[in-house]
Nanobody, 123 residues
Framework: VQLQASGGGPVQAGGSLRLSCAASGRTFSRYAMGWFRQAPGKAREYIAGISEYGGSTLYDDSVKGRFTISRDNAKNTMYLQMNSLKPEDTAVYYC?????????????????WGQGTQVTVSS
């Protein structure tokens, strides 16, 4: 499966963005999906994961209550709604797909990665 992340851009602190991850192929619904991010000079970190049909979700504590992960299997697309953005949310955001797990979690090693979309939050 090929993944294409989009929707990033500049935003002021307190603002919102919605990221999308479009997947190619007919097997999107067979994959658990997740979002990760990497800030300059830092390691890539886990943000959130969602099961194949969206029934289960997981979030890192740093985004819980502010970010919402969702998916639309009919559109082969996953989303990340980001509210109350903070400067520390500035990073390149990556989507990922994994057939080995029920929900993509911090310890997951996804099979496929998107190319990333930049989110820049100014104070």
């Amino acid at each position: 499966v090929q993944l294409q992340a989009s929707g990033g851009g500049p935003v002021q602190a307190g603002g919102s963005l919605r990221l999308s991850c479009a997947a190619s192929g007919r097997t999107f619904s067979r994959y658990a999906m997740g979002w990760f991010r990497q800030a300059p000079g830092k390691a890539r970190e886990y943000i959130a994961g969602i099961s194949e049909y969206g029934g289960s979700t997981l979030y890192d504590d740093s985004v819980k209550g502010r970010f919402t992960i969702s998916r639309d299997n009919a559109k082969n697309t996953m989303y990340l709604q980001m509210n109350s953005l903070k400067p520390e949310d500035t990073a390149v955001y990556y989507c990922a797909a994994d057939r080995k797990v029920v929900v993509v979690a911090r310890t997951s090693t996804p099979d496929y990665w998107g190319q990333g979309t930049q989110v820049t939050v100014s104070s």
